[in-house]
């Protein structure tokens, strides 16, 4: 647990003092605001000058964001990841109480957590549509293990902190998977089940009403997460060896 605690202080200190860290940890909170005051006010813009009602699309609005959370807490944890391998901690972790399985586990499973509370606070302080908070809870949980997923992307696939950037915007095709699901209405749409932004989506907007649809978009959706995460996991590891 002293570990864990040192663990965390650091990771404190170094997001203060390193302004892309601290991007990643204020912009759920700037968007938490865009929904709540400024997204109104350009919906009642189009209403009127374009007769476009946008409220229609609030849920789907809702569902979308619900995956921005999780990806700038994966992209904060990832450059993390990046600087401790680069310094050779996960050496030095191997040799101390904590282990390299406690680190890797500390590395994955707080980030989620800040993630899923996060994510949580920007959908209750949006008040945007109406939702099932008790059937959002694993949908969010879900959208959560994106976090990890993210940060092994990075820390397995970026050299540097430079590099890191650049596949984190190449990730962006990630957010196309749910525009998919929503706009095309055929069973190809199916065909973006590959990416795992596609099932909290769906997921999110049948949560409303809980129908078997929701139960099959979430359990598969568990499924692609967990084999994104396992698979990442242990390609990191032979990176980091």
């Given at each position: 647990?002293?570990?864990?605690?040192?663990?965390?202080?650091?990771?404190?200190?170094?997001?203060?003092?390193?302004?892309?860290?601290?991007?990643?940890i204020v912009a759920p909170l700037l968007l938490a605001l865009f929904l709540r005051f400024v997204l109104p006010q350009i919906s009642a813009l189009l209403l009127s000058r374009l007769q476009f009602d946008l409220t229609v699309h609030?849920?789907?609005?809702?569902?979308?964001?619900?995956?921005?959370?999780?990806?700038?807490?994966?992209?904060?944890?990832?450059?993390?990841?990046?600087?401790?391998?680069?310094?050779?901690?996960?050496?030095?972790?191997?040799?101390?109480?904590?282990?390299?399985?406690?680190?890797?586990?500390?590395?994955?499973?707080?980030?989620?957590?800040?993630?899923?509370?996060?994510?949580?606070?920007?959908?209750?302080?949006?008040?945007?549509?109406?939702?099932?908070?008790?059937?959002?809870?694993?949908?969010?949980?879900?959208?959560?293990?994106?976090?990890?997923?993210?940060?092994?992307?990075?820390?397995?696939?970026?050299?540097?902190?430079?590099?890191?950037?650049?596949?984190?915007?190449?990730?962006?095709?990630?957010?196309?998977?749910?525009?998919?699901?929503?706009?095309?209405?055929?069973?190809?749409?199916?065909?973006?089940?590959?990416?795992?932004?596609?099932?909290?989506?769906?997921?999110?907007?049948?949560?409303?009403?809980?129908?078997?649809?929701?139960?099959?978009?979430?359990?598969?959706g568990l499924a692609v997460h967990a084999l994104y995460f396992s698979y990442l996991l242990k390609k990191f590891k032979v990176k980091a060896e």
């Amino acid at each position: 647990m002293k570990k864990t605690a040192a663990l965390l202080r650091g990771d404190i200190i170094n997001i203060r003092r390193d302004a892309l860290l601290l991007v990643n940890i204020v912009a759920p909170l700037l968007l938490a605001l865009f929904l709540r005051f400024v997204l109104p006010q350009i919906s009642a813009l189009l209403l009127s000058r374009l007769q476009f009602d946008l409220t229609v699309h609030y849920p789907f609005i809702l569902s979308f964001m619900t995956l921005f959370t999780p990806f700038m807490m994966g992209a904060l944890a990832g450059f993390i990841l990046l600087d401790d391998r680069d310094d050779n901690l996960l050496a030095y972790f191997s040799v101390t109480p904590l282990t390299k399985q406690g680190y890797l586990a500390y590395r994955t499973v707080v980030p989620s957590v800040l993630s899923f509370a996060l994510t949580f606070a920007v959908l209750a302080f949006a008040k945007l549509a109406a939702v099932n908070y008790l059937s959002l809870i694993p949908v969010i949980l879900m959208a959560s293990i994106e976090t990890p997923i993210a940060a092994l992307f990075l820390g397995t696939y970026a050299s540097n902190k430079v590099e890191g950037l650049a596949l984190m915007k190449a990730m962006g095709i990630l957010f196309f998977a749910p525009a998919v699901g929503y706009f095309v209405k055929s069973r190809l749409q199916l065909l973006a089940g590959i990416f795992p932004t596609y099932w909290v989506t769906q997921s999110f907007l049948e949560s409303t009403r809980p129908t078997p649809a929701y139960w099959c978009y979430l359990l598969a959706g568990l499924a692609v997460h967990a084999l994104y995460f396992s698979y990442l996991l242990k390609k990191f590891k032979v990176k980091a060896e």
